[in-house]
Protein backbone atom coordinates (compact mmCIF):
# COMPACT_ATOMS: atom_id res chain seq x y z
CA UNK A 1 0.00 0.00 0.00
CA UNK A 2 1.46 3.05 -0.83
CA UNK A 3 0.65 6.40 1.24
CA UNK A 4 1.61 9.95 1.23
CA UNK A 5 2.16 12.05 4.24
CA UNK A 6 2.28 16.01 4.12
CA UNK A 7 4.13 17.95 6.53
CA UNK A 8 4.86 21.51 6.94
CA UNK A 9 1.66 23.63 7.36
CA UNK A 10 0.73 26.11 10.70
CA UNK A 11 -0.32 29.52 10.94
CA UNK A 12 1.85 32.46 8.95
CA UNK A 13 1.54 36.04 9.20
CA UNK A 14 0.88 37.95 5.90
CA UNK A 15 3.77 38.33 4.01
CA UNK A 16 5.58 35.67 5.32
CA UNK A 17 7.04 31.80 4.08
CA UNK A 18 5.83 28.18 4.52
CA UNK A 19 7.24 24.96 3.42
CA UNK A 20 5.15 21.91 2.73
CA UNK A 21 6.35 18.37 2.41
CA UNK A 22 4.74 15.48 0.50
CA UNK A 23 6.96 12.12 1.45
CA UNK A 24 5.70 8.78 -0.06
CA UNK A 25 6.19 5.55 0.78
CA UNK A 26 5.28 2.26 0.56
CA UNK A 27 5.76 -0.20 -2.34
CA UNK A 28 6.02 0.85 -5.35
CA UNK A 29 7.92 1.22 -8.99
CA UNK A 30 8.11 4.65 -9.93
CA UNK A 31 5.88 7.88 -9.07
CA UNK A 32 5.13 9.97 -12.12
CA UNK A 33 4.02 13.96 -11.78
CA UNK A 34 3.44 15.06 -8.32
CA UNK A 35 0.38 17.70 -7.61
CA UNK A 36 -0.90 20.39 -4.99
CA UNK A 37 -4.34 21.21 -4.52
CA UNK A 38 -5.67 23.36 -2.06
CA UNK A 39 -9.28 24.09 -0.69
CA UNK A 40 -10.57 26.51 0.90
CA UNK A 41 -13.51 26.48 3.34
CA UNK A 42 -16.48 26.51 1.54
CA UNK A 43 -14.69 26.73 -1.93
CA UNK A 44 -14.37 23.93 -4.64
CA UNK A 45 -10.75 22.11 -4.75
CA UNK A 46 -8.04 24.16 -6.78
CA UNK A 47 -5.07 23.59 -8.27
CA UNK A 48 -1.91 24.59 -7.45
CA UNK A 49 1.14 23.18 -8.91
CA UNK A 50 2.45 20.17 -10.71
CA UNK A 51 5.73 18.47 -10.93
CA UNK A 52 6.55 15.57 -13.19
CA UNK A 53 9.22 13.04 -12.63
CA UNK A 54 11.38 14.92 -15.03
CA UNK A 55 10.89 17.96 -12.74
CA UNK A 56 9.17 19.91 -15.25
CA UNK A 57 6.27 22.55 -13.44
CA UNK A 58 3.27 23.94 -13.88
CA UNK A 59 1.73 26.82 -11.68
CA UNK A 60 -2.18 28.37 -11.07
CA UNK A 61 -2.01 31.93 -11.93
CA UNK A 62 -2.40 32.80 -8.12
CA UNK A 63 0.50 31.35 -6.99
CA UNK A 64 2.80 31.93 -9.48
CA UNK A 65 6.07 33.80 -8.81
CA UNK A 66 5.41 33.35 -5.10
CA UNK A 67 5.18 29.35 -5.04
CA UNK A 68 7.84 27.25 -5.79
CA UNK A 69 7.10 23.47 -6.31
CA UNK A 70 10.67 20.81 -5.95
CA UNK A 71 11.01 17.00 -5.74
CA UNK A 72 14.00 15.04 -4.32
CA UNK A 73 13.54 11.49 -6.40
CA UNK A 74 15.75 9.65 -4.01
CA UNK A 75 13.39 10.83 -0.95
CA UNK A 76 10.64 10.20 -3.00
CA UNK A 77 8.94 13.63 -1.37
CA UNK A 78 8.11 16.67 -3.44
CA UNK A 79 7.63 19.97 -1.56
CA UNK A 80 6.14 23.60 -1.62
CA UNK A 81 8.13 26.86 -1.10
CA UNK A 82 5.34 29.18 -0.12
CA UNK A 83 6.31 32.97 0.06
CA UNK A 84 4.96 36.02 -0.05
CA UNK A 85 1.69 34.45 1.49
CA UNK A 86 -1.68 36.57 1.50
CA UNK A 87 -4.60 35.39 3.54
CA UNK A 88 -5.96 34.30 0.30
CA UNK A 89 -3.70 31.87 0.23
CA UNK A 90 -5.68 29.69 3.36
CA UNK A 91 -6.62 26.20 3.05
CA UNK A 92 -5.95 22.52 3.50
CA UNK A 93 -3.06 21.94 1.00
CA UNK A 94 -3.29 18.07 -0.48
CA UNK A 95 -1.32 16.01 -2.68
CA UNK A 96 -1.16 14.12 -5.51
CA UNK A 97 1.08 11.40 -6.47
CA UNK A 98 0.51 8.94 -9.83
CA UNK A 99 2.05 6.04 -8.44
CA UNK A 100 3.15 3.02 -11.18
CA UNK A 101 2.91 0.25 -8.86
CA UNK A 102 4.38 -1.89 -11.19
CA UNK A 103 5.42 -1.23 -15.04
CA UNK A 104 1.90 -0.23 -16.73
CA UNK A 105 0.17 -0.56 -13.26
CA UNK A 106 -0.54 3.56 -12.30
CA UNK A 107 -2.99 5.13 -9.54
CA UNK A 108 -3.20 8.38 -7.87
CA UNK A 109 -2.73 8.51 -4.28
CA UNK A 110 -3.77 11.50 -2.43
CA UNK A 111 -2.40 12.17 0.99
CA UNK A 112 -4.46 13.38 4.00
CA UNK A 113 -3.88 17.08 3.59
CA UNK A 114 -1.86 20.25 5.84
CA UNK A 115 -3.49 23.19 7.22
CA UNK A 116 -2.11 26.52 6.16
CA UNK A 117 -3.73 29.61 7.74
CA UNK A 118 -2.31 33.02 6.94
CA UNK A 119 -3.34 35.57 9.32
CA UNK A 120 -1.94 38.84 11.74
Known amino acids: QVQLVESGGGLVQPGGSLRLSCAAS????????MTWYRQAPGKQREWVAS???????AYADSVKDRFTISRDNAKNTMYLQMNSLKPEDTAVYSC??????????????WGQGTQVTVSS
Open 96 to 109: KAIVELSVGTAQNV
Open 26 to 33: GSFFSINT
Open 51 to 57: ITSSSDT
